[in-house]
């Protein structure tokens, strides 16, 4: 008889210790869905995160027009103004400046352009809307947003304007940044321009990431993809984070690397318990198809298969299964009312530094801190080469970098921490300050709709004279400096 994979008790103990969690708080999730909640509670005056507050007037905006008007008055009256989508954001990105106007993109009103296909393969539509909206337009039509992200009811905008999209499908197709062909920006004193690599190109390049700084996204061109509605799935669970990155990279880079892979979740720590798992998923047409691709693992997984340190199991789900994790995760995070999310994702531009960064995490916070309030660490790679097929000198979104030469994946790591309030939201606030000055040493990126503080200086070590180009950009945008949430840019 074979002998059982090295530590695998120590793993049954893992997903004990997680399930017992995950009932733990089941009925509470389950209390907050019965009353409706399925959507984060965001307080008036604040964002997701909680931590900041602002006074400031607030407008809904119902239309293209209403925006623009609403704008053109603030200009004229020199009032500061953000706008906001779903309000996600973590640190403050949406609130004005004490005393200004945010403009919230009113999607519920039904007067922003619907989605409309502009082309076989290329959708048009109001970026106010969000992803699960356009994913729901586009399935009956056999296409499918190339990458959706952990939560589906963020708006296209609010996405974009932070630098990512990072989602399972990262893996193939980047980010939901490189899918975008054009969009129309609707400036901060209300004018607008069509912006896209041969028009406005230095807008194109630095509206998407650029914090809602730079002005509106209004319309925006996206490439789909055809709809593959089956996964057959690779589960594999570990107990060590960098070593199970290791493993993860070894499968994408090796030569024999399936051409359906698209999908790739790393994720662990959960909920307080050390249990670590990852997927890799072969997308397939048919159920059918999903079945044969199970019965035989890719040679490019004969590592994990063979490997003493995993344990393996295998299942077919359907494609669409991002709106399963959105409905976990979502309707958890909504029960938690009142509490702090202090969440940040850090991106590598190769993996030497990301694993550094691993073991960082796993020896100084996770072995020392423990992982106390860690809703979940979630983790993805996506290809080095951007794949937008624009000239490289426009590729690049503000504060998102190409991954160094040689690397043929960029990696990150998120940090979603959720804390009751009180005492203990200031020791988590300083983890993810160790945690962000380590990964800024190591050359990591931040995301921008994370929690973080961050210099002018820290972001030109990041990311290099990007930052002047956005800058003088801003300067030529807003030169009163009134539109934003006033970030450390200057
Ligand atoms: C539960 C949860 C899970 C998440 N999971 C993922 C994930 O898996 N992958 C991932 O990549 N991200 C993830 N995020 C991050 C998320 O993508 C960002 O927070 C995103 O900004 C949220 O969109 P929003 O509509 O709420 O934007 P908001 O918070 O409303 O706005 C964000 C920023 O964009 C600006 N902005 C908003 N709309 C526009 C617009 N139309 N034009 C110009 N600027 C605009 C705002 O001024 C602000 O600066 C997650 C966030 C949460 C809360």
Redesign the pocket.
Known sequence: MAAPPEGSIDRVLDFARYAVAAAAVAPGTLLSVARGRME?QIGEGT??GGLRRSEHRVAMAGSREELRSLLAKAARQGEAV?????????NG??LPRAGGLQIR?DRASGRWAAPTMVGPTRVRVS??H?WRSLQAWLRPRGRSCPVL???L??????????G????TASVAWG??LDQVRAFR?VLPDGDEAWCSPEENADLFRH?MG?????????EVELETRPHRPWLAIFRYQHRDLPGAMDLVRQALEHPAVPGDLAHLVVEGPILDTPFLQFELGLEADSQQQARDLLRDAPEAFAHLERSRRVLGHRAIVKADQSNDRHNR??SY?SSLVGYK?I?N?FFFADYDSFRRFLCFTRDEVFARRGCRHLMSG?S?AYPGDPLDPVDPAHRRAAFSFPARQGERYRWSF?F?YSVPPGPQVQPIIETVATLRREATALGAGL????YAERTAAELRQAYGSVVDDFLALKARVDPSGRF??GLPLR
Do not use: K, M
């Open positions: 984060p964002d997701f953000t706008v906001a989508g779903s309000r996600h954001s973590a990105q949406t993109l970026a106010v969000t992200t952990d939560h009811t963020t708006t296209i905008g609010g996405t974009l304007s932070v990512g999209g990072i989602g980010r939901q920006l509206a650029g914090f809602g700084e730079l002005g509106v996204i209004d995760s979502a995070v999310h969440w994702d979630l993805f998120g979603n995301y921008g709709y994370g934003g949430a």
